[in-house]
């Protein structure tokens, strides 16, 4: 193995990839499987994990499902334990499930609000304080979060989702600076716009198309797998020496005037 190869291989490595039954999240723990971790699929619908877990078996990638209801504390950290029974290790986790809401603010329900922060935010908190318990007392492991573009800029109608991700970021700053010395990185991807599932009516709104086209120097949307380098990234040796960055993917769409 060249050392070229040595810097992003993922063989060994245990990865909990969280909403990853479809768009980023499936093609973050694709592109780990790839470069030879192990990947855990989590998601709330089981049948659908199940299904994608075939579909990257027959690549060749090692993959599992556990699924549950990231805002569950308990069920998450029954999962938790359930994937150290089985590896007896966790080297790293992809924080990544996360929920949309678009209503005007002057109109947006308090109960919307605390569900969107309660998957984009509170989770990534509960979730990766309980992962990093373990990478301690293991050496060591990775936590990646997924935030956004958004966050640092805003846009009508999705301020649960702006005030999540941009407390996601500062958390993560936060949990680097406490879990360095324990060994753990702790950083954050930042997609620009994507051509996911969840983002197909923006999609096929010619004027919102036109606006993400002109608006991103690269001159189109993200497809998913293209998030999937940043991940291998910042899970392998690589990214050692990288934590508390927040990493953006989004074509330079967030430096454009």
Known sequence: ?????????????????????????????????????????NGRDADA???????????????EAEAF?????????????????????????IANAGVQHRVPVLDFPTEDFRRVVETNLTACFTLGR???????????????NTVSMLGPQARPTVPAYIAAKEGLRALTRAMAVELGAKGITVNAVAPGYVATEMN???????????WVVGKTPLGRWADPAELGGAAVYLMADA??????QILGVDGGMSVQV
Do not use: K, P
């Open 49 to 63: 994990l199940g299904s994608q877990v075939d579909a990257l078996a027959a690549e060749g990638i090692a993959a």
């Open 1 to 41: 193995m060249s050392v070229a190869t040595e810097l992003f291989d993922l063989t060994g490595r245990v990865i909990l990839i969280t909403g990853a039954s479809r768009g980023i999240g499936l093609a973050m723990a694709r592109a780990c499987g790839a470069h030879g971790a192990t990947v855990v699929l």
């Open 200 to 210: 197909t009516a923006l999609i096929e709104n010619e004027q919102f198309n036109d």
């Open 69 to 93: 209801d990231v805002t569950d504390e308990a069920a998450a950290r029954a999962a938790l334990e359930r994937i150290l029974s089985r590896h007896g290790r966790l080297w790293g986790l």
């Open 130 to 144: 309980d992962a990093a318990r373990h990478m301690a007392e293991a050496g060591g492991g990775r936590i990646v």
């Open 239 to 244: 990214g050692s020496f990288v934590s508390g």
